[in-house]
């Protein structure tokens, strides 16, 4: 027996490795020194680790709202203080926007604003205030119908035929509309030679006398680089079309008015609908 067990000890001795790994002598920054893993938080009440310093965030006021508007209406209107000016244009001194809009009685007036610097705003009936903006609208409307139209027509070197009088046709139509300008345009193909400089001239002659009958040229012909350009303005100008009277516009803005109120009494009337009473439904 003896024998056996001083066998056992020597095969152990001899099968037992000599390196054992160990445990990491260092461990994470968030855990050295703990015999167990905390977060950072832990070891920031225990004094471990340094508790990060928040940043103090600053309350800051709201601003008013922004509006796409160039002449915005009361609360929409973008400042605090603002001048009222009379009929006269006169202006006072500058008010709160909120004290003004405390004394107007909103369902018959309006509070406008006609001028950013400095913030000047007037008080409107609404009738006067709809009549202002048709009047505005209308003169916008005149204004771009006065506006020269330019169109451009191309053309190649090498246009003829059928295409070519469709493309004089089309620069005759819109000249003969009136106020308007057509740019004429020739240019060469790809990978193909333009013509010399005297057959350029040459076909430049032909197309201007095609439409002389239809427009004047306004600016000099231009040829650079294998391309030309004809500059046409109508012969004669848009007939000017005669801004609404006053009495028109005030007519417009009553019926304006009086259907934006049928309209906001039907909504009020379906918000204001009486849900049936439960008993009710329950006897039928």
Partial sequence: MSAFLA????????????????????????????GRWVKNDVLATQGTLKPEKKKAVKETPKPREKT???HP?????PHDLVQVASADGTTHQPQRLSHILDSVNMTTHVVR??????????ILTRLEDKMNQLASKAAKKVEGAQRVESTTVQLTWLTSGADYEHKLAK???????GGAR???????????RYPSRPEMEEQMAQVAAALEESGTEWKARVIEKGRAY???QSLTQKARKALPTREEIAAKAKEALELAERHA?????????TVPNPKDLWRQ
Avoid at 113 to 122: K, Q
């Fill in 7 to 34: 066998f056992r000890n020597v095969a152990v001795t001899v099968l037992r490795p000599h390196c054992v790994r160990g445990l990491p002598q260092t461990l994470p920054a968030s855990t050295r020194g703990m």
């Fill in 68 to 70: 796409t508007a160039q």
């Fill in 73 to 77: 209406k009361n609360g929409d209107i």
């Fill in 113 to 122: 604003l006609v001028s950013h610097r400095p913030p000047v705003v007037r």
């Fill in 171 to 177: 620069a005759r139509e819109e000249l003969e509309k």
């Fill in 182 to 192: 057509v740019e004429v345009l020739f240019k060469n193909k790809p990978r193909v």
């Fill in 230 to 232: 004809l500059y046409f």
């Fill in 265 to 273: 009494l039907a909504q009020r009337r379906s918000q204001t609908a």
